[in-house]
C-alpha cells in the first residue's frame, strides 16, 4: 500500500491541474490584499488579512479542494494503472484506502498549508494586532480541518461514481453550486439569517468559521483598540464537528461500496 501511495504522490505532482491549483493558492495572498483591500503586502499584519481578506476567495478555494481530492484519487482512471495494481497482488480495500489516503492528504493537508500560509507569512512581516485573539484564531483554523475532510471526502466519492477526476471535479462544483442556491431558498422560506444553517455546505461551513462579525472598542492603555469577537459559538462547533464527520464518512462509505463493486464487474 505504500508503494501504490508513493505512486500516487510521484503523479499527483506531476500534474498540470494540481500544478495550477497550487500556483492559484499561493497567488492568493497578493491577489486579495493588492486588488480586493487595496493594500500593499507590507502594510498588512496577520490578523487584518485573517479578518478582512482570508473568507473572500471562495472560487479558487473550491476549484482547489475539488482539483487536490479527485486528481490524486482517480487522476489515472483514463489508463490501466488501477488494473496493473490489482495484477501486482493488492487488494481492492488497500487500493481504495491508498487512493483515500492520497486523496485526503493533498485535498485537507496540502490545501490547509496553502490556504493558511498567508496568517503566518504577514504575521511575521507586519505582526499581529492585539485586538484579534490569535488562540481563537488557531482554533478556528483547526476546525476548519472537518469540514475540508468532508468536501475532500465528497470529492473523491464523485471521482468514483464517475470513474474519471475531471467529472469528479466538475459534478463535485455543480453540487456546491445548487447545494448553495438551495440554502439560499431554504434560508429565505424559513426566514433564517444569513449566518445560519452554517453546517449546509461545506464550503460555506469554512467561510461562517472565518467570518468575524461583532466586534467592540475599548481603551487598553490610553490606546483606542477594536477587539473582535472571535471566540467559536456553540452552536457552530458542534453542528460543525457532527456534521463533517458524520457526512464525510457517509461519503467515503458510499465511494469505497461503489469501488469494490464496480471492480468485480
Not at 481603551?219 to 469577537?229: A, L, N, P, R, S
Request: aromatic share 12%.
Amino acid at each position: 500500500m505504500i508503494n501504490i501511495i508513493r505512486s500516487i504522490n510521484y503523479s499527483t505532482r506531476k500534474n498540470l491541474a494540481v500544478f495550477i491549483a497550487i500556483i492559484a493558492m499561493i497567488g492568493l495572498p497578493v491577489l486579495m490584499v493588492g486588488m480586493v483591500l487595496g493594500t500593499s503586502l507590507t502594510d498588512m499584519d496577520g490578523a487584518e488579512y485573517y479578518i478582512k481578506a482570508i473568507s473572500e476567495a471562495f472560487f479558487i478555494v473550491v476549484f482547489a479542494s475539488l482539483t487536490l481530492s479527485c486528481i490524486p484519487s482517480y487522476g489515472d482512471a483514463g489508463d490501466r494503472t488501477l488494473n496493473y495494481e490489482i495484477m501486482a497482488g493488492h487488494g481492492r480495500s488497500r487500493i481504495f484506502l491508498a487512493r483515500m489516503i492520497s486523496g485526503l492528504f493533498w485535498g485537507v493537508i496540502i490545501l490547509a498549508v496553502l490556504y493558511y500560509y498567508p496568517l503566518v507569512l504577514f504575521g511575521c512581516i507586519g505582526g499581529w494586532y492585539k485586538g484579534v485573539s490569535i488562540q481563537d484564531v488557531v482554533c478556528r483554523v483547526l476546525l476548519s480541518l472537518l469540514p475540508m475532510f468532508r468536501i475532500s471526502a465528497f470529492a473523491i466519492m464523485m471521482s468514483s461514481l464517475f470513474r474519471s477526476a475531471g467529472k469528479g471535479i466538475g459534478f463535485s462544483f455543480l453540487a456546491f453550486e445548487l447545494g448553495s442556491m438551495l440554502r439560499e431558498v431554504i434560508v429565505g422560506l424559513m426566514n433564517l439569517k444569513d449566518h445560519e444553517m452554517p453546517w449546509f455546505m461545506g464550503m460555506l461551513n469554512i467561510a461562517e468559521l472565518h467570518h468575524i462579525g461583532n466586534c467592540r472598542e475599548y481603551v487598553i492603555d490610553g490606546e483606542k483598540v477594536t477587539v473582535y469577537e472571535t471566540a467559536i459559538p456553540p452552536y457552530l462547533l458542534w453542528s460543525t464537528v457532527i456534521a463533517s464527520l458524520v457526512l464525510g464518512t457517509i461519503y467515503l462509505t458510499v465511494a469505497y461500496i461503489d469501488f469494490k463493486k464496480r471492480d468485480r464487474d
